[in-house]
């Protein structure tokens, strides 16, 4: 029911928006209505993933979160800019769709002048390979796009067992943007005593797992890979060890 009176929603904005806004195609509003319902932008089933599209989700959020996280997000040193969702990335990375030299968000990774570039010394420039993704995402329109990256359902060959920390469930928390933006603060997922505390306390579990009650993470993202969820929730049954 919510799913469809919403999907009428966004389809009654995005009339009002061609209608009104041929010109600024990412007025803002219509941008934070789109994107601030993950249940709708990322949808119950994606479509699989193309090799040559940029995703989002599965490509662009996880970098941002782990490179950008630790300073741009709500109390990090970062001056008001917020980089934590498709939204704020959108909005404060001045992304121009199609357009990255005009993006500001482009600029600043790309930046020659060490006093402006993102991330600023002493961290070292983004890999190329990481720069030319983010080039590619706007080139194609920077989407608040996913595909179905779910290894564990695709295969059906997810069997975890004697899960470890320090060489599967740390891992899944890097790769996935955690640590980013959970290396302080009430939350930390950056050593395994932050893990600990959260894995104990159920909210590790009820947070990946979207479960009520709990804040639905990555925050601003779709869900983990259905086979890391399962690997979490092993290592946890398994006693949440320092293993
Ligand atoms: C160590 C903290 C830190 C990290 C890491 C960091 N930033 Fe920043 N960023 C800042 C601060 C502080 C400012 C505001 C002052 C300035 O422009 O230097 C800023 C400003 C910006 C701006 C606005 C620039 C302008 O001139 O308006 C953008 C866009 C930006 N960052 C993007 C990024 C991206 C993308 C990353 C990751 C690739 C990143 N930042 C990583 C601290 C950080
Ligand atoms: C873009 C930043 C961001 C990313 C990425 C992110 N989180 Fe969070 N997370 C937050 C914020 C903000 C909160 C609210 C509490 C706080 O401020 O620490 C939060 C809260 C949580 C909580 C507490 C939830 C609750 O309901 O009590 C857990 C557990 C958590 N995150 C785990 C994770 C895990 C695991 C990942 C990776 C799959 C992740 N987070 C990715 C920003 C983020």
New binding site residues.
């Given amino acids: 029911m919510r799913f469809s009176v919403r999907a009428f929603s966004v389809a009654f904005l995005l009339f009002l928006c061609v209608q009104s806004c041929k010109h600024e195609p990412f007025d803002p509003i219509i941008v934070e209505v789109l994107t601030n319902d993950s249940n709708l932008v990322f949808g119950p089933t994606p479509g699989a993933c193309d090799p040559d599209t940029v995703y989002f989700e599965r490509d662009v959020l996880p970098l941002?979160a782990n490179?950008?996280g630790?300073?741009?997000k709500p109390g990090g040193?970062?001056?008001g800019?917020l980089?934590t969702n498709y939204d704020e990335i959108m909005q404060?990375?001045e992304i121009r769709p199609g357009n990255p030299g005009a993006s500001?968000?482009y600029e600043?990774?790309t930046e020659t002048d060490l006093d402006?570039r993102?991330?600023?010394p002493p961290?070292s420039v983004?890999a190329q390979e990481d720069i030319d993704m983010i080039r590619k995402w706007i080139e194609q329109g920077a989407q608040n796009n996913t595909c179905n990256f779910d290894t564990g359902g695709a295969t059906g060959a997810c069997n975890p067992a004697s899960v470890s920390f320090a060489n599967e469930v740390s891992n899944i928390l890097s790769s996935n943007g955690c640590t980013g933006c959970h290396s302080g603060g009430s939350i930390v997922l950056n050593n395994y005593a932050g893990v600990k505390t959260v894995a104990d306390n159920g909210r590790l579990l009820g947070s990946i797992k979207h479960e009520a009650g709990y804040r639905a993470m990555p925050d601003g993202g779709g869900k983990l890979d259905s086979c890391d969820i399962a690997t979490i929730e092993v290592w946890i049954n398994e006693g949440a060890n320092d293993n």
Avoid: F, R, T, W
Wanted: with cysteine.
């Fill in positions: 941002i490179v950008c630790s300073c741009h040193q970062n001056d800019i980089l404060y990375g500001e968000l600043v990774i402006k993102m991330p600023p961290a983004l």
